[in-house]
T-cell receptor
Framework: LAKTTQPISMDSYEGQEVNITCSHN???????ITWYQQFPSQGPRFIIQ???TKVTNEVASLFIPADRKSSTLSLPRVSLSDTAVYYC???????????FGAGTRLTVKP | GAVVSQHPSRVICKSGTSVKIECRSL??????MFWYRQFPKQSLMLMAT?????????EQGVEKDKFLINHASLTLSTLTVTSAHPEDSSFYIC?????????????FGPGTRLTVL
């Protein structure tokens, strides 16, 4: 199981780009990296998933360096509604290993 | 994206009663479902993993006789909190994994808020 480490909290302002980095030094060869967003009293929502290099979708980008020991979730031009907790998960899903770390509480200010 | 529902969304019960929470994957078949518990200001804690047609695998420290999990079909898993007590009050979240490959994504339900009086 690859343990993940993220900053506990981050502050930003509307319109800025936010980068949240997750460390996973003991990531295994077959592990994938997935990021989720969670609002209070709701279930986590899938944001993006990747294995290496860069992945981009309509809401975020995920940057993964060659050694894969970390990953960075990039949220372009955040708004107040992006205030949430963001979790990075690392694992091989068919091993049923889906444990969450502490997450990063992002606060977007006007 | 895939949709996972939970029912009920909120339940209040008296101490000593049992509560059943349903988790359904609405538009896909889920071979594996997960149950989590989340206390205020904390992360999600994995309680158990259930595979369709087999017994659930519980995490260390989770009482299997207290938290009964049934995964009778590819679209339904239930969590029954037996003889609930106030310390069982929490936010319970299920998730379902579509497929069985290494890149398959886990989709979460909206959660169930349990309050035991």
């Amino acid at each position: 199981l690859a343990k993940t480490t993220q900053p506990i909290s981050m502050d930003s302002y509307e319109g800025q780009e936010v980068n949240i980095t997750c460390s996973h030094n003991n990531i295994a060869t077959n592990d994938y990296i997935t990021w989720y967003q969670q609002f209070p009293s709701q279930g986590p929502r899938f944001i993006i998933q990747g294995y290496k290099t860069k992945v981009t979708n309509e809401v975020a980008s995920l940057f993964i360096p060659a050694d894969r020991k970390s990953s960075t979730l990039s949220l372009p031009r955040v708004s107040l509604s992006d205030t949430a907790v963001y979790y990075c998960l690392v694992g091989l899903y068919n091993n049923n290993d889906m444990r969450f770390g502490a997450g990063t509480r992002l606060t977007v200010k006007p | 994206g895939a949709v996972v529902s939970q029912h009920p969304s909120r339940v209040i019960c008296k101490s000593g009663t049992s509560v059943k929470i349903e988790c359904r994957s609405l538009d896909f078949q889920a071979t594996t479902m997960f149950w989590y518990r989340q206390f205020p200001k904390q992360s999600l804690m994995l309680m158990a993993t259930s595979n369709e047609g087999s017994k659930a695998t519980y995490e260390q420290g989770v009482e299997k006789d207290k938290f009964l999990i049934n995964h009778a079909s590819l679209t339904l898993s239930t969590l029954t909190v037996t003889s609930a007590h106030p310390e069982d009050s929490s936010f319970y979240i299920c998730s379902a994994r579509r497929g069985s490959g290494g890149t398959d994504t886990q989709y979460f339900g909206p959660g169930t808020r349990l309050t035991v009086l």
